[in-house]
């Protein structure tokens, strides 16, 4: 018999939601999607069709831990935190080079 070893790479950003009920909850959301080009915590919302988004490590209702599914249009707004998450590479993972800072937007503009 064999086993597949089925892995997904994280690259998890810290987000703090507001319900459209009132109730506020913290957790992490996945950005790393494969066949979408994913690279913020708002593409998730402008750029992933799914209409619902995986939050981990969640905090609500004084419960902490867990997961949620929840559904974008209950959402009234997201709030990222600037870093990463920093995590650890899994053992079959190559460790992921940095991203080399471009410049401000206006430096791009100058050099084109």
Do not use: C
């Amino acid at each position: 018999m064999s086993v597949k070893v089925i892995t997904r790479k994280i690259n998890a950003r810290k987000i703090t939601i507001k319900m459209v009920d009132g109730s506020l909850i913290e957790g992490k959301i996945n950005i790393y999607h494969g066949e979408e080009v994913v690279q913020r915590v708002s593409d998730i919302f402008t750029k992933v069709r799914d209409p619902f988004i995986v939050v981990f490590d969640v905090t609500a209702e004084g419960k902490s831990g867990g997961v949620l599914i929840i559904n974008k249009r209950n959402i009234s707004w997201v709030s990222p935190e600037d870093e990463p998450v920093r995590k650890e590479p899994q053992e079959d993972e190559e460790p992921e080079e940095p991203a080399k800072p471009k410049g401000s937007w206006m430096e791009r503009m100058r050099s084109s």
